[in-house]
C-alpha cells in the first residue's frame, strides 16, 4: 500500500538508556524480546485481521516468502523485522493481533505495527480501519498486562527494559496525507516548512510516551528520498526523475527529526540515540543499483502502469521473474534483497552510513558487560 515506503528508512535511531542495566540483565538470563511499531514497511500480517483494503494477504505477496504464501507482509519474502530476527536468531515475532500469540509466544516480543497508519491519526484515513499509533502503544501496554500475568510484573517489566523496539513512521504523513490529493486539508492548512515541524513535534509525543512504557533500546526510522519510489514516479515524473516535491518534504524532514531525537536525548538525561543513515543507502541504490546487483531503481516487480508504479499488486499485475533484480518489490516496497542490503548496514555498517556506532556494536558492548 502506498505507505510503507522502502525510503521509510532513513534515521535508525537506538533508545539503549543504560547498557549496565542490560548486560546485568542478560547475566540473569532475561531474553531479548522484540517489538515492532508503525507501518506497511514492519507490519507482518495484522491488518490481515481488519476490514481495510491496506493489506498484503493475497497473491503475489509472500512469493519468496519461505511457505510461498502470503502472511500481511509487503514485501515478496521477508521485511526487516524478520531479518533483524534472522540475524541475531531470535524467533519471528507474530502480529498482535494474531490468536497464535499467547502463552511462552509472547515472551518473543510482538509487532504492533499496522499499514496506513502515520505520526498522525488523520494519515491514512482512506484506509479506514488500521490499528493508528496510540492504539499500537494501547495493545502494548495490554501486552505487558498479558506477560506480567505470565511471568510476574519484574519479570515482565525487566524483558520490556531489555528489548529491543523498532519504530517506523512518517512517510505517510506525506504520501497518504499532505501530497495525497491536490489541495489537501493539511497542504491548505500549512505550507510544507511548517508542516514538517508540526509533525515532529507530534512524533516526540509518540516517542516520549513509548519510553514511558518502559524500552530502552528502540530504531526509530525516518523518511527517506519519498519522490523516488515507483508509484511517486507513475504519478509525478515525466522522464525518470524523483519529484522534487516530495524530496524537498524528505530533506526537511530528516534534520528536523535528529534535531528532535537530540533534544529527546537531553531531556532522559543520556546519550541514549544512534541514527543511521539510510537514506544514504537508498540514493546508493538509486544512483548505481547495477553496483548492487539491481537491473533497475525506478521499475517496480509487481505493479502496472508506467514503472509499474500505479495500483495495487494483485495476481493480474505484471509480475518480474527474478525478484533479486528490482530495488522495489510493488510501487511503494522494497524487495526482500533490498531489505536484506539495508539491514546488513544496520547490522555493520561505517560511520557514513550509522553514527556512532552499528547495532553489532552496540549489542557487543551489551554482551561485555555481562
Known sequence: MAEALFPHALFLLFILSNLGFHANAQTRGTRNAFFVFGDSLVDNGNNNYLATTARADSAPYGIDYPSHRATGRFSNGLNIPD???QHFGWEATLPYLSPELSGQKLLVGANFASAGVGVLNDTGIQFVNIIRIYQ?????????QRVSALIGREEARRLVRNSLVLMTLGGNDFVNNYYLVPYSIRSQQYAIEDYV???ISEYKKVLQRLYGLGVRRVLVTGTGPLGCVPAELAMRSENGECSAELMKAAALWNPQLVAMLDQLNGEIGSK???AANTNQMH???ISNPEQFGFKTSKIA???QGPYNGLGLCTAFSNLCS???EYVFWDPFHPSEKANRLIVQQILTGTNTYMYPMNLTTVMNIVDSRS
Do not use: A, E, K
Not at 136 to 144: A, D, I
Open 136 to 144: 499500537q502503544l494501547n495493545f502494548f501496554r495490554q501486552y505487558q
Open 301 to 303: 516487480c509487481c505493479g
Open 83 to 85: 531479518l533483524i530476527s
Open 322 to 324: 527474478n525478484r533479486d
Open 283 to 285: 540514493m546508493d541504490f
Open 272 to 274: 541514549v540515540f544512534l
Open 197 to 199: 515541524p508540526f509533525v
